[in-house]
């Protein structure tokens, strides 16, 4: 149980163009999901929290007219990054709140974004 | 503000051996705290957790230990199997569903 599905694994795009990454939760619903980005060797930063029904709340520094989050449904959360550019290029992950137990969160399996 | 921290890096155990992966916190708030394993190009996958009101929980070769005095918790991996080689991840969170991650250590067993 709680899996959560993430996709495309990897993805490499020419500058200015956007991008949809989506996050399932396969077997669970999930009416909280989160957006991480991951820096070579460092640590998962939040990016935001994506809530079913309603905007989603975004942590300092992160620009939400760039980083457009969409969770339409219990299982479905999107993340578009608009008019990429090179230094968008990261690894980005998501993950769901289960019910197993308070604040365990299920991760996809992440999604490397190359921009050229 | 680094509010959760692993100061070692990097970890090269034996075979067989305990692995000992230590997470530092400074904000008193946080009550739940999660141990993640992480392999390359993976997302994190969880491994144990320990809510505040205990000091210790087990589950099969791993054990999480939690000194809420010196703000503490440690992860102990007994035996170390070669395939527990991976990143690890310490988190926490307070009475939110937001979960601070701190910057990893890279585990190595070898045989």
């Known amino acids: 149980g709680a899996v959560v599905s993430q996709h495309p694994s990897r993805v490499i795009c020419k500058s200015g163009t956007s991008v949809k990454i989506e996050c399932r939760s396969l077997?669970?619903?999930?009416?909280?999901m989160f957006w991480y980005r991951q820096f070579p060797k460092k640590s998962l930063m939040l990016m935001a929290t994506s809530n079913e029904g309603s905007k989603a709340t975004y942590e300092q520094g992160v620009e939400k007219d760039k980083f457009l989050i969409n969770h339409a449904s219990l299982t479905l959360s999107t993340l578009t990054v608009t008019s990429a550019h090179p230094e968008d290029s990261s690894f980005y992950i998501c993950?769901?709140?289960?019910?197993?137990?308070?604040?365990?969160?299920?991760f996809g399996a992440g999604t490397r974004l190359s921009v050229l | 503000d680094q509010q959760v921290k692993q100061n070692s890096p990097s970890l090269s155990v034996q075979e067989g051996r305990i692995s000992i992966l230590n997470c530092d916190y400074t904000n008193s708030m946080f009550d739940y705290f999660l141990w993640y394993k992480k392999y390359p190009a993976e997302g994190p996958t969880f491994l144990i957790s320990i809510s505040s009101i205990k000091d210790k929980n087990e589950d099969g070769r791993f054990t999480v230990f939690l000194n809420k005095s010196a703000k503490h918790l440690s992860l102990h991996i007994v035996p170390s199997q070669p395939g527990d080689s991976a990143v690890y991840f310490c988190?926490?969170?307070?009475?939110?569903?937001?979960?601070?991650f701190g910057t990893g250590t890279r585990l190595q067993v070898f045989p």
């Open positions: 993950s769901a709140r289960g019910n197993r137990g308070r604040n365990i969160q299920y």
């Open positions: 988190a926490a969170s307070s009475n939110t569903d937001k979960l601070i």
């Open positions: 077997d669970f619903q999930a009416t909280t």
